[in-house]
């Protein structure tokens, strides 16, 4: 064998050698082969970007780093302005309706509907005996003014001298004041003595006056020959109605 020959040998031997040992050197020992500091950034980089945890209403969820938390605050932040904005809206408008002009208006309104109250020197009362029922006398009182007037109560009847005047049928009581409008009448029924006979003390009447609790009161004319009473003497409330009146 030739020198030449001797050295082509060793030559290619020794680069399967080096060969051999690049690729011991580039082996992970897996059958996979390392990318170097080159991958290992890469895995560094994935590894940040992993998802993190951030809490919510929720819950725990997951949420991408970085944006996660503006996203949470942002919500919040977001119901708390609506809530007070509208919780500040409400307060408002409502103490604006229960204290504002509404209320103010309504106590107004009602001072200004209240009426005097009728009497004599504003009204017209007639005293008529009526044959049904028996033993009654109808009063009648007309607002012959110019505003609406309340006649409130009942009739205070005084008959000729008496000391006292009767008293009232308290189941006669009505449901609301009665109020009198220009040209309207208001009535009052009076029992003057009893049907059957029953009652006691009678005398014969021939003068009456009517008051009405407070200004001046009224002189209806009676009969020409008087008006029996005796001991069931009894009135009414006064009524808007004349069949109310007669009722009792």
Request: glycine share 16%.
């Amino acid at each position: 064998m030739s020198a030449r020959t001797t050295r082509t040998r060793l030559l290619a031997a020794t680069t399967v050698a080096l060969a051999a040992l690049a690729l011991s050197a580039c082996d992970n020992g897996k059958g996979v082969r390392s990318e170097g500091p080159s991958g290992g950034s890469s895995a560094a980089s994935g590894s940040s970007s992993q998802p993190t945890a951030s809490t919510t209403d929720g819950g725990t969820t997951a949420k991408p780093a970085g944006t996660g938390t503006g996203t949470v605050t942002g919500g919040s932040t977001g119901r708390s302005q609506a809530k007070g904005s509208g919780s500040g809206a409400g307060s408002t408008g409502g103490s604006a309706g229960k204290n504002g002009a509404g209320s103010k208006t309504g106590s107004t309104g009602q001072a200004g509907t209240r009426n005097v109250a009728c009497d004599g020197s504003t009204t017209k009362t007639t005293a008529t005996v009526v044959s049904r029922p028996l033993n009654h006398l109808l009063l009648t009182v007309t607002n012959t003014g110019t505003r609406n007037c309340d006649l409130t109560g009942y009739p205070i009847a005084r008959f000729a001298e008496a000391q006292s005047v009767p008293p009232v049928a308290e189941e006669t009581h009505p449901q609301a004041v009665v109020t009198l409008a220009p040209g309207e009448s208001g009535y009052a029924g009076v029992l003057l003595s009893a049907a059957d006979g029953s009652g006691g003390n009678g005398y014969t009447a021939k003068t009456l006056e009517v008051g009405f609790g407070k200004g001046r009161s009224a002189t209806p004319a009676l009969p020409a020959k008087g008006v029996h009473i005796d001991d069931k003497l009894t009135v009414t409330y006064w009524q808007q109605g004349l069949d109310d009146a007669l009722a009792y």
